[in-house]
């Protein structure tokens, strides 16, 4: 049942996208092309031959904290060095793209939701300024509040990963055998939490621009609305986020790989480069419309009857294309 829900939800989700593809493009292309251009930039400065100072900066002064803490054995151990990587790497993206995510990336969430839920039929324009103005405020603080849920999750995991660790150490019982299996266990439950914290925190969008509200009261009814629907929510995250792995990895692959082999910046080279990143902002665009048909699925109690809603799209388009004809 959960499997054709999901599946149910997917299909809705890209009938809706092409149904209305101007506007969700011109979406992606006014209000989330900076976001995706500072997204995946960030990651190929982290990523480059030479990182840059303030990553350097933030991994040398987490080692210095841990070390004063007394966890001696983070400098020696590999698992240490990696959760450290990319807790630096983690801190230092979410700096570089918080301007342009706090603005572009709010405004752009928020004209997908109204465009789903108030203005279902406008298939060639964004939704209005003012209608847009008017939940910006809610869904701005909700945002705000993702991102101190965020951190403070991605700290707590990496903090319960450190002391146990430290608690094997203490023990000698820092075999290569535990040592691996502490490090397959810290993984999965990071991955886990991590998961679930992006699910919460984009249906919290979701629901501070539809039932006005916003902050933690957000984050609190987007805990109650999928209680009895995570394993639905898992899998949708999943789709999504293979969907941007994929653009950011071809980004990597085309765009920063060749710029760092040759050091030169051609014309060809910046245009795969933009192709890919207005890719990055459909992908956000899509990610976006997942949250709010699963909103709608979970608000109704059962599965909706999507093929209707598609049929009637479908039927619509065919009779206006027939009328012009």
């Known amino acids: 049942m959960e499997e054709k829900s999901t599946t149910i939800i997917i299909k809705s989700s890209l009938n809706t996208f092409f149904y209305s593809y101007h506007t969700f493009s011109s979406i992606a292309s006014l209000l989330l092309l900076p976001v995706s251009a500072s997204i995946l930039f ?3 400065l982290t990523s480059s031959p030479s990182s840059p100072f303030l990553l350097l900066s933030i991994s040398s002064r987490i080692q210095s904290l841990f070390d004063a803490a007394g966890f001696l054995s983070s400098s020696s151990s ?7 990587t990319k807790l630096s790497e983690t801190a230092f993206s979410f700096v570089f793209a918080f301007p342009s995510s706090i603005t572009f990336l709010v405004l752009a969430k928020s004209s997908v939701v109204l465009t789903i839920f108030e203005f279902p039929r406008h298939k060639f324009s964004p939704p209005p300024l003012s209608s847009l103005l008017r939940i910006f405020r809610p869904v701005s603080t909700t945002y705000f509040a ?6 403070s999750i991605n700290a707590a995991t990496f903090a319960f990963l450190f002391l146990a660790f430290s608690f094997v150490d203490v023990l000698h019982l820092s075999s290569n055998t535990s040592a691996f299996g502490l490090s397959v266990f810290g993984s999965i439950l990071y991955s886990v939490i991590l998961a679930i914290s992006v699910v919460i925190c984009n249906l919290a969008i979701i629901v ?4 006005n509200s916003s902050g933690f ?6 805990c109650m609305i999928i209680r009895k629907r995570i394993s639905t929510s898992l899998i949708l995250a999943l789709f999504a986020n293979l969907l941007m792995a ?3 990895a071809l980004f990597q692959y085309r765009v920063v790989r060749p710029y760092y082999l040759n050091r030169k910046l051609n014309l060809a080279l910046v245009g795969e480069g ?3 990143i207005f890719m990055h902002s459909i992908v956000i665009v899509l990610d976006v419309i997942l ?3 699963f909103y709608k699925s979970c608000k109704s109690g059962t599965s909706p009857n999507w093929d209707r809603y598609d049929n009637r799209m479908e039927l619509e388009a065919e009779e206006k294309s027939d009328f012009q004809v």
């Open 274 to 276: 933009f192709s890919i």
């Open 217 to 222: 009261q957000s984050i609190l009814k987007s």
């Open 78 to 84: 590999p698992i240490f060095s990696f959760l450290n």
């Open 208 to 211: 501070s621009a539809v039932e």
């Open 246 to 248: 994929a653009v950011e």
């Open 291 to 293: 949250s709010c048909l």
């Open 42 to 44: 960030s990651q190929a």
């Open 146 to 151: 993702n991102c101190l849920l965020f951190i």
